[in-house]
């Protein structure tokens, strides 16, 4: 079944999640209060993959960024994060 879910979490450096192979980000934003808060479309009947999200400060270093992707960026006043992913399979 393709269908969207939704993942919430704090603007932690690293986060690692369980999706879907094959999955596809949609939206990344601020919601409920600053945590940041992403919509993946996903293939219920795909085995789970590791993703691991990184969340970046304006400014702030972009460790070993060759194999990560841009998923978004969040406005959470006064700051602002920018998420990329990296999948593990």
Same mark, same amino acid.
């Given at each position: 079944m393709i269908t969207i879910w939704k993942y919430?979490? /704090?603007p932690d450096n690293e986060v690692k999640l369980r999706i879907p192979?094959?999955?596809k980000i949609l939206h990344v934003r601020s919601q409920h209060g600053g945590h940041i808060t992403l919509w993946v479309k996903v293939d219920t009947n795909e085995p789970l993959v590791?993703? /691991?999200l990184?969340?970046?400060g304006t400014g702030h270093?972009?460790?070993n960024?060759?194999?990560k992707q841009y998923a978004g960026?969040?406005?959470c006043p006064p700051f602002v994060w920018?998420?990329?992913?990296?999948q593990t399979f």
């Open positions: 919430e979490f /704090t192979r094959g999955y590791q993703c /691991t990184y969340v970046y270093s972009i460790e960024s060759t194999y960026t969040v406005l920018h998420v990329f992913f990296e």
